[in-house]
């Protein structure tokens, strides 16, 4: 007689289907929706990419060895490497919820993770493997972005959200010319530039429906403490696409001829055409609250840099990299946290932080981005004001990683699941786990 232990006494165990490495993979709560590891990864790639880099400026590390030397690594470590995990996360939650349609797996969230990890990986060791392996990676990256949310923006009845798709095609296309001038033996840093312009086109259009939610909250929160006579905000699309426009244009005449007094004065007109973005955020005392100003500044830092880079241009005493610097670390490094903080909470079924730490890390971001931009200034203590901003920076991105990593890796305490927002009915007081 078979003892009740043995596997024959089992058959349902023996039916059941093997689990692969993927489906556990995907199992996990932190692959429950796209923006999970993915906003993890841009935070991780954040602190420790400028980490790195300061390693090799300060103590003398060799950088890997990547087509075009330490700074296209650092370069494009922090474009492609942690602007593309954010956007990655981003249009991944955000395009189902704009278009009404079903969100993304956890499958797509695994594969859109485990690509941007193997082409940092390849990246790093492009000296070894050569660099075809990052090249592949990144490219099939950027491309699966465009594949899974291009038909559904298009398909949806107005049309309202297909900036985000020429964003990404613009990426895209940044993302395989920084490849195929490496290939060839070019010059990639003119593709870093064009990243830049895209990434900062791509700021504009997630900012202006990021707004529309926080802004009017922060109104309506006024309405409730007695001021009735707080108007509505509305992120107008005119202004919205002629800063777009002004931005694209300067991308391709920078690309098409460096360095020119033309190329110079539409650097001045992006900065006026961001600036003039601002006219529909004057709204009062509302806007001083805490994410609406961190909203706020993203688009100042954002026409300081392009003011900067028109006045070096123009024959000004600054140098490129300090407009480059006020749009990289000061407003995509601003916006990306931004963005971590909200849809990385809401959508993971916590309400919206209103600790001090939020508030410090956007401080220390636009600190840091001023720091940064000083340091090429004449006179100015350099190496000081770089290690000041990085700082800044590994601080701001090490209190995302306290604050909210850590819910990215647990189970929903809302009772929801996916990427779907938080639902406002508390969980029971036994089930309900204390917030981060």
Same mark, same amino acid.
């Given at each position: 007689m078979?003892?009740?232990?043995?596997? &024959?006494?089992?058959?349902?165990? !023996?039916?059941?289907?093997?689990?692969?490495? =993927?489906?556990?993979?995907?199992?996990?709560?932190l692959f429950a929706c796209s923006f999970r590891p993915l906003f993890f990864a841009a935070a991780l790639q954040a602190a420790f990419g400028i980490a790195a880099w300061m390693a090799v400026l300060g103590l003398g =590390?060799?950088?890997?060895?990547?087509?075009?030397?330490?700074?296209?690594?650092?370069?494009?470590?922090?474009?492609?490497?942690?602007? =593309?995990?954010?956007?990655?996360?981003?249009?991944?939650?955000?395009?189902?919820?704009?278009?009404?349609?079903?969100?993304?797996?956890?499958?797509? &969230?695994?594969?859109?993770?485990?690509?941007?990890?193997?082409?940092?990986?390849?990246?790093?060791?492009?000296?070894?493997?050569?660099?075809?392996?990052?090249?592949?990676?990144?490219?099939? =990256?950027?491309?699966?972005?465009?594949?899974?949310?291009?038909?559904?923006?298009?398909?949806?009845? !107005?049309?309202?959200?297909?900036?985000?798709?020429w964003g990404?095609?613009?990426?895209?296309? &940044?993302?395989?010319?920084?490849h195929a001038e490496g290939l060839l033996g070019?010059?990639?840093?003119?593709?870093?530039?064009?990243?830049?312009?895209a990434m900062m086109a791509l700021i504009v259009v997630a900012m202006s429906r990021v707004s529309m939610r926080i802004v009017n909250d922060a109104l309506d929160a006024a309405r409730v403490a007695g001021d009735e006579d707080a108007p509505e905000y509305r992120a107008r699309p005119p202004r919205r696409n002629l800063a777009v426009f002004a931005i694209s244009l300067f991308t391709a005449a920078e690309f098409a001829a460096p360095g020119t007094a033309f190329t110079g004065w539409l650097a001045l007109a992006a900065a006026a055409a961001v600036l003039n973005l601002l006219n529909d955020w004057h709204v009062g005392r509302p806007l001083l609250t805490r994410l609406p100003a961190?909203?706020?500044?993203?688009?100042?830092?954002?026409?300081?840099?392009?003011?900067?880079?028109?006045?070096?241009?123009?024959?000004?005493?600054?140098?490129?990299?300090?407009?480059?610097?006020?749009?990289?670390?000061?407003?995509?490094?601003l916006s990306v946290f931004a963005v971590l903080c909200i849809a990385g909470r809401i959508h993971s079924g916590y309400p919206l932080d209103a600790r001090r730490w939020v508030p410090i890390g956007a401080a220390l971001l636009v600190a840091g981005a001023l720091a940064r931009a000083a340091a090429g200034l004449p006179g100015a203590p350099a190496w000081a004001l770089i290690a000041g901003a990085s700082l800044c920076w590994i601080a701001a991105y090490g209190l995302v990683l306290r604050y909210l990593a850590p819910i990215w890796w647990t189970v929903r305490p809302d009772g929801g699941h996916g990427c779907e927002e938080r639902i406002e009915a508390s969980p029971s007081p036994v089930q309900a786990p204390l917030p981060p």
């Open positions: 078979l003892s009740p232990s043995s596997d &024959a006494a089992r058959p349902d165990r !023996d039916a059941r289907p093997p689990v692969g490495v =993927l489906e556990r993979t995907a199992g996990r709560s =590390l060799a950088s890997p060895a990547v087509p075009g030397g330490p700074l296209v690594w650092h370069a494009h470590e922090m474009l492609f490497g942690f602007g =593309l995990a954010a956007v990655a996360g981003f249009v991944l939650t955000a395009a189902p919820e704009f278009t009404g349609t079903p969100a993304f797996g956890s499958r797509v &969230a695994v594969t859109a993770t485990f690509t941007w990890l193997a082409a940092r990986i390849a990246f790093w060791l492009s000296g070894v493997v050569g660099p075809w392996p990052a090249a592949l990676f990144e490219v099939a =990256l950027a491309a699966l972005l465009v594949a899974l949310v291009g038909p559904r923006l298009r398909r949806e009845p !107005d049309r309202r959200h297909l900036g985000f798709l990404l095609l613009a990426m895209a296309a &940044a993302t395989a010319g920084f070019g010059d990639p840093m003119r593709w870093v530039h064009v990243g830049i312009g961190i909203l706020y500044a993203v688009y100042w830092l954002m026409a300081l840099g392009y003011a900067a880079i028109g006045v070096a241009l123009l024959g000004g005493d600054l140098p490129l990299s300090a407009g480059r610097h006020l749009l990289t670390t000061g407003a995509m490094g």
